[in-house]
């Protein structure tokens, strides 16, 4: 008998194994970040509107921030640019926006058009400092801790759901304690 | 009839030639200079993965990303980083998934072992089943006309 056994035991158990691993896979299109828990990527931008004005990391850092990478050229960034303005209006968390190889009057113009969530906005135009963050999709965005650790990361749009489920968590648990 | 086959044959040829190059044509930046870099860079950029077309090499990608890090590549590369280090800056910032060659760490290490565990559990099978067979030869029973009796 456990010669039928032992063979069925073990196929009852390689089935469990694959339907866990397909039920529980991650989305393979979404590649984790190895910046998280490591300081957030040094950078130096000029502002998308004074040239002689920076945006840094020194701008992150000391609370809790996000960096938002976007492009005029971005449909998603579009998509998720409503609840970026909720979010300002929340006034929980600045947003640093890094304008990634765009055009600044394409960019100046959405912003001024669809409203502006960012605190400060640098233009990255050769897009160095998006590779400096493992950028690989836009957008994305960043969770900087006060310690300008980099805490969690979303590829994609932002959304209610998005902030409300990742993100608020994150810094309630943090400050809470 | 044969000789029009030849001909277009030896047309299709000169066709698939004269476009071949151009398939080939996705990286804009002037070769390197020096022979060795650039045999290094066609290494590296076909060591790397294409961060958003995923199964493409760096080199074969027309994405504009891939371009930026082949502009990457090439300047580490001139400022002169070993293979490593600029295996090394590519998957300190995209992990690595970037690298087509995975490396051994803690995590996967398993992946490694599998073979050699799976190997001796079918060698330790095979061992037994050998030996079993082998028991009722000697007993002047067959193993399998056993197994069907009981």
């Known amino acids: 008998m456990t010669r039928f056994l032992l063979p069925l035991a073990f196929f009852a158990l390689l089935l469990v194994v694959l339907v866990v691993g397909l039920k529980h896979a991650p989305d393979k299109s979404l590649i984790p970040s190895p910046l998280i828990g490591k300081s957030a990527p040094a950078f130096t931008l000029s502002s998308l509107f004074d040239p002689r004005e920076s945006v840094s990391a020194r701008d992150l850092g ?65 897009g160095r400092v ?48 | 009839m044969n000789r029009y086959r030849m001909v277009a044959l030896q047309g299709c040829l000169t066709l698939w030639l004269l476009l071949a190059p151009t398939a080939h044509a996705v990286d804009n930046l002037p070769p390197l200079s020096d022979p060795v870099l650039r045999q290094r860079y066609d290494h590296l950029t076909h060591e790397l993965r294409c961060m958003q077309c995923q199964n ?64 001796s559990i079918g060698a330790i099978v095979a061992w037994r089943v050998v030996r079993d067979r082998a028991r009722h030869v000697d007993d002047g029973t067959d193993a399998d006309a056993e197994s069907l009796n009981s």
């Open chain 2, 56 to 119: 493409e090499s760096l080199a074969d990608s027309q994405v504009s990303l891939a371009a930026d890090l082949r502009e990457q590549v090439r300047e580490l590369l001139l400022a002169g980083r070993s293979d490593d280090e600029i295996l090394n800056h590519m998957s300190d910032r995209y992990g690595d998934f970037i690298l087509f060659r995975p490396r051994m760490n803690w995590r996967n290490s398993w992946l490694w072992g599998a073979p050699l565990i799976l190997m």
């Open chain 1, 130 to 177: 998006a590779i400096d963050w493992g950028v690989y999709g836009a957008p994305e965005t960043f969770l900087i801790s006060p310690a300008g650790k980099v805490v969690h990361k979303k590829i994609g749009a932002m959304t209610a759901d998005v902030w409300q489920r990742e993100f608020l968590p994150l810094i309630q648990a943090a400050t809470t304690r």
């Open chain 1, 62 to 126: 000391g609370r809790w921030s996000l960096v938002n990478v976007w492009g005029t050229w971005c449909v998603e960034c579009r998509a998720e640019h409503p609840e970026l303005l909720q979010i300002k209006q929340q006034g929980l968390v600045p947003i640093i926006g890094i304008d990634w190889k765009d055009n600044d009057d394409d960019a100046q113009a959405w912003l001024s058009q669809l409203g502006n969530p960012y605190d400060r906005v640098g233009a990255d135009r050769d």
